[in-house]
Every structure is written in C-alpha cells, then in structure tokens.
C-alpha cells in the first residue's frame, strides 16, 4: 500500500493533498506536519504541481554509486554537502542557467523526506524517521564546482535543486529503479539497492552532526556519469513508483 502527497497551486494558493488517482484530497498542512483533510476535493488537471516539499535543509550525498567514481575510491562515510532551500523548484518549472554558467550538468537522484524531529539516531532508528521518497535531480555547474573555494553557486544556484513531483509513502526505497533521460534519450539508468552508503546510514550519519526536521530532504547521490545541457533540453527523472520529475534547462537573462 503506498500514499502518494502533493503540493499545489489553485487560484494563487498553495496548499497539500493526497493525490488519489486524477484527484486531490486537500490537507490542512503537510502530512508530516500532521494535515488532517480539509474536504477540499479538486482534479489534478486544474492545478499546477509545486515541489512537495519547503524543507529547512537541503541535505547532499555525492559519490554514492560505483558507477559514478570514475575512478575515484569510495569513501569510508557519505560525503555530504549542502544545496539550498532557495533552489528547490517543482516539476514543469524551468532551470534557469545563471550567468557565466556554461558546464552545467543533471544528476537525476532518488530524495529522501524525513518525517519527524531527528537527532543523533542510530542506523536502526533511521527508517523511523523517514516519510516517503521523492525525484530529485541535482543540477550542478561543473566548472564552478572544479574551482570554487565552496559549492554555493556550483550547487545551490536558484533552481538547481528540482524535486517531485510527489512524495510517496510506503515505497522500498532501498530497491527502486531510477533513471535519467534528456530529451527522451536514457542518460542514466540504476537502482536503489547500488548506493555505497544506504538511506539508513546516511540518516544517521547527518544527524551525529545536524538535526533534520520534518520535511527536511536529503539527494542521496546520482549514478552513472553526466553531462551538459543545452537551453531547450527537457530533463526527465524518473523514480518507479513515484512518477517522474521533467524540467525544462532555460537560459537566463
């Protein structure tokens, strides 16, 4: 059994629901905010998806599957960094390439949403204090990323962080196919079950050292290798059993 939740706009409102088949059941709040139903009852063809999340940290895991090292030996615990909630953008909503931007590539990634108030929690704990999954694709400018003291603008530029476009509960996230594909054409194609560091340790890994919140989202890592888009591009990531996140690459002004 799995529940899938949705953020959306109606008539200039945000507001979540529960996405039941081309219909939406309106919640007070955000499910793992405890939204109880509103009655609102809505079709989902009248409305546009937002990210399912406005999370307080954007956690990142990077170098988590084999496929993506090139080369590069594993590390003894995730490496983590830091996007921005400012960069969180929802499914259908462009990616803006900021200026001087000119290597920018996707990095279609499984997200993980917490679900309650989480610190230092053990690998055991950790499944606990998940709500569901979600997309993710991890835009980074890899020019910046090379030269930067810090991944600000390589990762954390507005828009690099597409997400959705729902957050779905009751999922084995520990074995789901995930894939990649610009303009229809398959870039990147693994599972779940191929990360170096699973969902459970990473969980507990970040919360030695930060106390994830509820709705708080972690990138747990893209396979395979990347490369640059164009302005026009239509970037496709898909997650079974969630649906898929398309965004469009736009050039900014």
């Not at 945000?14 to 109880?36: K, M, N, Q, T, V």
């Not at 989902?44 to 406005?54: G, H, K, M, S």
């Amino acid at each position: 059994m799995t529940t899938r939740y949705v953020r959306y706009e109606q008539n200039g409102r945000a507001a979540f629901g529960r996405l039941e088949g081309d219909r939406i059941a309106g919640l007070s709040a955000a499910p793992w905010d405890g939204g109880r139903p509103t009655g609102a009852d809505v079709p989902a063809a009248d409305v546009r998806l937002l990210a399912p999340c406005t999370p307080s940290k954007v956690i990142a895991v990077g170098l988590n599957y084999k496929s993506h090292l090139q080369g590069r030996p594993e590390a003894g615990y995730p490496g983590i960094f830091l996007k921005l909630p400012t960069s969180i953008v929802g499914p259908d909503a462009d990616v803006v390439l900021p200026p001087g931007a000119g290597n920018v590539h996707y990095e279609g990634e499984m997200v993980v949403v917490i679900g309650r108030r989480a610190s230092r929690v053990s690998r055991a704990e950790a499944a606990g204090c998940i709500f569901g999954v979600t997309c993710g694709n991890d835009i980074s400018e890899r020019d910046w990323q090379k030269k930067d003291l810090q991944w600000f603008r390589a990762k954390a530029s507005d828009t690099f962080g597409p997400l959705g476009p729902a957050v779905v509960q009751g999922l084995d996230y520990t074995d789901l196919q995930l894939q990649t594909r610009v303009n229809g054409e398959v870039r990147q194609s693994a599972r779940t079950k191929d990360l170096i560091f699973p969902i459970d340790e990473i969980v507990s890994f970040v919360t030695t050292f930060v106390t994830l919140e509820p709705g708080d989202i972690i990138y747990t890592g893209t396979p395979g290798t990347t490369q640059a888009m164009q302005p026009g591009d239509v970037v496709e990531v898909e997650l079974e059993g969630v649906g898929v996140l398309r965004n469009r690459i736009a050039a900014g002004a």
